[in-house]
């Protein structure tokens, strides 16, 4: 295949061939770990990453199936005295990124035979999409393409030598693996391939599977840590399995299975052609163009090598268009590291190509330069992992992003002490990292409730006694949605970021005010607004600004229900913020609600993301409960819909900026924009 494919091996003899992928590797592994860095989040992530980090800490446990490999590497580097904890493992997510482009750049060399070629590919699977994305925060896949391109280097190895050594120890590696992440287990149909196309049937011979079965059993007995470790309970406490069957769901993973297969073969061809599709937008079209030149290169040259490589992304195709949750575009990232090393066998071909036409321009040398034959062609290629780069960076680069920890702190800054707080996982971890990592507010109690897969599991967690031992619940509503499961059952006031959830109405004295009657705007002839308190100080993002409106009823109010909506927006009619509620959030029964009586009503604005700062207007509307018209304003703001009432201004800030000091290391942060 080298011959047919690959410039001449000469291109090594000037140096040695190992000396020259050392070089290569640690270039490699230093651009990589720069560009990581640099875009680095300097905090802890929403869901998975907060609860990793939070449990690589405390030497703990993940949600199923646990990822004990995972816990048992990052542990020591949650404890390095640099930065705080979220940007130490950070760090090793990226530092694991970067070691396993220079580990891929060994498997491509392998298989293209060309350093230039694997170089490319390497550089070009650092800088795609996704993979670029898993470096910048804490997450298990930047170890998973560690580990799988070890495997294959290994069984690279063993189609090498034939050693049966090689075979052992992939079969240790392989269940090391497992103990990271469950997709490790999709190349196992690809391994045994190769070694029957390789030496057939009677090579499995009771030695040979007996041992391989067994070292894959020790690699695999990596998951004893989890009962062991959960004898300690240590945060976050809810993954720690403490009896045999605990152990087993949390191995089986549970929560996952309802959404495996559960759709038909059609939606599961139209996921194939969906996320198949976004090649080239991880690879752009150049990289694309390369990858199917070194298909069929590589099946033509090698086949059972190509039928390998094949194996790999297909089965992985075949499992990820069957589950259906959010991250599923991660999981195709053995697709990925397959489609880069066709690209590599595709570089290496145009290589040669290139060569071929420069020496034929060259006839009057005797000799022609490598430097003349191959150094056009592999200018051009490295077009493709800079387009990479420039396209790729402004969608990694998460190196300003805060928004879980302005999260986090908001809403424990605000709850009542003692409080329940019901979330799901995607917004709960980051509220656990604060308390089980930093020691803030240890008096509050965290279930993920919502994150359950069913309803009748949900109803069954939030019994009415269970909601009363507590002084105060609060339910944060993000990526799962019983909101209106809990409020048929409950009061719900929206607060900001959360809602406080209340299972009696309130006493008639805290939720009617001492005020006179008199409107300063009303809406047709049912509701009249009373007054507006709003507080003093600027909105930014990741913050809450409160403010209170007074209602009472007009003439024409017959009791029915009736809806606020508002709407905080700019001059050009921008909206950055709109809430619907029921008038009084129904704290009060309005078909009791009397003339002359105000009913005060509090909201707080909350802005999850960064807006353009600057001045806004702040309007209500009036409507009854499921009409399609509001009641016209007899105070309407000028060149406003009729209905509208504009409550106040609102000056928005630009997000606050939070100290990196002690967060990031000087020579980390000096690379940031």
Known sequence: MEAATHPSASQGQSASPRRLDAIACGCLFL????????TMR????????????????????????????????????????????????????????????????????????????????????????????????????????????????????????????????????IGVSLGNHALTGLMIPAVLYLVW????????????????????????????????????????????????IEFWAQLTAPGARHSMFDRGLIVALHRALIHTGRLPNEFTLLGCALALFGIGLLWRCDRKLAIFLL???????????????????????????????????????VLVLAGRAMSRLQK????????????????????????????????????????????????MGMVEPGSLILADW????????????DGERPDLV???????????????????????????????????????????????????????????????????????ATPIVKFGDRMGLVKVVASPGELRPGKSL?????????????????????????????????ESNLLGHDLYPLSDWQLGEVLREEHRIYLPDPVPPGEYDLFVRVRERGASKCFPSDHPHADRDPRDYRISGVLVAEAEPVSEQGRVPKMVAMLRP
């Open 31 to 38: 651009v990589s770990l720069l560009a990581y860095l640099r």
């Open 42 to 173: 300097p905090t802890f992530g929403w869901g998975d990453s907060s609860e990793l980090i939070t449990a690589a800490y405390h030497l703990g446990n993940g949600h199923a199936p646990g990822y004990p490999t995972w816990m048992l590497i990052m542990h020591p580097f949650s404890r390095l005295p640099i930065g705080d904890v979220a940007f130490r493992v950070n760090f090793a997510t990226a530092l694991l990124g970067a070691l396993a482009v220079a580990l891929l750049y060994l498997v491509y060399r392998t298989i293209s035979g060309n350093r230039i070629a694997a170089f490319v590919a390497a550089l070009t699977f650092a800088f795609a999409a996704t993979f670029w994305d898993q470096t910048t925060e804490a997450e298990v896949y930047t170890l998973h393409v560690c580990l799988a391109a070890i495997i294959i280097l290994i069984v690279l190895a063993w189609r090498a030598t034939g050693k049966d050594r090689w075979l052992f120890l992939v079969s240790w590696v």
């Open 197 to 244: 196309a390789e030496k057939g049937r009677v090579f499995f011979t009771l030695r040979r599977v007996a041992a391989c079965a067994g070292l894959f059993l020790l690699g695999l007995s990596i998951y004893a840590y989890e009962p062991i470790r959960a004898m300690a309970n240590p945060p976050p406490h809810l993954n720690n399995p403490h009896n045999l």
């Open 311 to 349: 194996l790999i992304g297909l089965v992985d195709v075949a499992y990820s268009v069957n589950f259906s949750i959010f991250d599923i575009y991660v999981y195709y990232l053995p697709l990925h590291l397959v489609w880069a090393a066709f690209i590599a066998v595709g570089a290496a071909g």
């Open 364 to 411: 009057r040398l005797v000799s022609p330069s490598l430097g003349w034959r191959y150094g056009p062609a592999a200018a051009l290629l490295m077009v493709l992992p800079l387009m990479q780069f420039t396209g790729n960076l402004h969608r990694a680069d998460g190196s300003q992003d805060y928004g879980s920890e302005l999260f986090a702190r908001e809403v």
């Open 426 to 437: 995607w917004t709960i971890a980051p509220m656990g990292y604060l308390k089980y990592i």
């Open 446 to 516: 965290m279930f993920a409730a919502p994150s359950l897969h069913s309803d009748e599991g949900f109803i069954d967690f939030a019994q009415e006694d269970f909601l009363r031992s507590y002084p105060a619940v609060y339910f944060v509503e993000m990526l799962t949605y019983r909101m209106t499961l809990l409020r048929k059952k409950t009061y719900m006031v929206p607060q900001g970021p959360v809602y406080r959830v209340f299972l009696d109405r309130p006493p008639r004295e805290e939720v009617l005010a001492d005020l006179p």
């Open 546 to 578: 409160p403010f209170t409106l007074y209602w009472t009823p007009l003439a024409g109010y017959e009791g029915r229900p009736l809806q606020a909506i508002f709407v905080l927006e700019s001059e050009q009619g921008e909206r950055i913020w709109l």
